[in-house]
């Protein structure tokens, strides 16, 4: 029901930057508490940061001080502003909702969790 489109990975050397966007497809009366995710090969999915409202933030401690997420909110879109990559840093990169909010009562948003197709973060050493 609710289509999560990501965009902004790539390949970098460490300590390079990356930026990550991910919004919902339509849904524009919907506010969404958004998260980043991430998986390594062989590895279980992990959480990486996330913003809820009314904007509280929280990361993981292995990305604090080099990892920022931020919202647009007018545009549903979050950013995941990557800075001093490290190869530890390497994997799929996945967006997540599970928390949806109508901002226009008594329309109706959807519920569940849903996640996005995701997007290769490759950091070189």
């Known amino acids: 029901q609710v289509q999560l489109v990501e965009s902004g990975g790539g390949s970098v050397q460490t300590g390079g930057s990356l930026r990550l966007s991910c919004a919902p497809s339509?849904?524009?009366?919907?506010?969404?508490?958004l998260s980043w995710y991430r998986q390594a090969p062989g590895k279980e999915r992990e959480f990486v940061a996330g913003?809820?409202?009314?904007?509280?933030?929280s990361y993981a401690d292995s990305v604090k001080g080099r990892f920022t997420i931020s919202l647009d909110d007018a545009k549903n879109t979050v950013y995941l502003q990557m800075n001093s990559l490290k190869p530890e840093d390497t994997a799929m990169y996945y967006c997540?909702?599970?928390?949806?909010?109508?901002?226009?009562?008594?329309?109706?948003?959807?519920?569940?969790?849903?996640w996005g197709q995701g997007t290769q973060v490759t950091v070189s050493s």
């Open positions: 997540n909702t599970d928390r949806i909010y109508t901002r226009a009562f008594p329309r109706q948003c959807p519920k569940g969790s849903y």
């Open positions: 913003i809820g409202n009314p904007g509280s933030t």
């Open positions: 339509g849904w524009s009366h919907c506010r969404f508490d």
